[in-house]
């Protein structure tokens, strides 16, 4: 984290989880003990059909509601999908965009990201961009090239101001779900990559401004290690966001003085 130059920000990904009791419930358990976080911004991106309830249930904590995927159209024949402007109307302030399950299960390449964050900020809404290598990838020793290739593609055509707006989320695949967690060292590696990709397009000034989460099994016991790298700002959390006590665990460690 620097808190100087950046937001931190601990965002919930909750997946295809939670129906709207279990939301209601985690919402009635974690609000009483929120606290002010005044560190870090909090971010519960939670599935579409539960985003206006959870948009009313946070309304008056500091808790941002964010969505789990967008499409760049802005209307039109997408039979299950949803616009930027459709979240933008019900609440959404985040949007996760090309997370490695879309990719991996959807189809969703470098190019959908790149018109999906176009659409986003179009919107208003602050997308969080998703990239990240295999196991495969790093073994072959090709981490920094993907890397270099996936924020490149995502990124191009934005402008300075723009670029101010979007949030990364550095996921290694192998560590998603699977319990493996990546270093600190690791982590703030390739958090450091992506910072130095967006110091060579967009300037010093906005590289120094971006937040960058890593994300892939952060829990309630290695949060504090991997917040306390100078290049993660923040966590992207799937199962450790889901449980009330690990999540407030990790809010905790990015407020720590
Ligand atoms: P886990 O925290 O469950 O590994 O998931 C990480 C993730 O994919 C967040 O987007």
């Known amino acids: 984290m620097n808190r100087k130059y950046r937001k931190t920000i601990i965002a919930g990904n909750w997946k295809m989880n939670k129906t709207l009791s279990e939301t209601k419930a985690f919402a009635d358990e974690i609000k009483p003990q929120l606290g002010k976080h005044k560190w870090c911004e909090v971010v519960l991106c939670v599935p579409f059909v539960n985003i206006p309830a959870a948009v009313r249930m946070f309304k008056d904590t500091r808790v941002a509601i964010g969505a789990e995927n967008v499409h760049f159209e802005n209307s039109g024949a997408f039979t299950g999908e949803v ?105 703030n590696e390739v958090c450091e990559i992506i910072r130095s990709i967006i110091r060579r397009e967009f300037g010093a000034r906005v590289a120094r401004a971006v937040t960058i989460q890593y994300g892939g099994s952060m829990n309630a016991k290695n949060a504090a290690e991997l917040l306390a790298q100078p290049d993660v700002d923040g966590g992207l959390i799937g199962g450790a966001a889901l449980k009330v006590p690990d999540f407030l665990q990790i809010i905790a460690a990015a407020n720590q003085e």
């Not at 990240?132 to 101001?161: F, P």
């Not at 699977?178 to 982590?187: D, M, R, S, V």
């Open 83 to 187: 616009t930027a402007e459709m979240l933008k109307e019900v609440g959404v302030k985040y949007v996760i965009i090309g997370h490695s399950e879309r990719r991996e299960y959807y189809g969703e390449t470098d190019f959908t990201v790149n018109k999906k964050i176009k659409a986003a900020l179009a919107a208003g809404l602050h997308p969080i961009v998703c990239v990240g290598e295999s196991l495969e990838q790093r073994e072959l020793g090709v981490t920094a090239e993907l890397i270099n290739y996936q924020v490149k593609c995502a990124l191009a055509g934005l402008d300075a101001t723009q670029m101010r707006k979007v949030v990364i989320a550095y996921e290694p695949l192998w560590a998603i779900g699977t319990g493996k967690t990546a270093t600190a060292e690791q982590a």
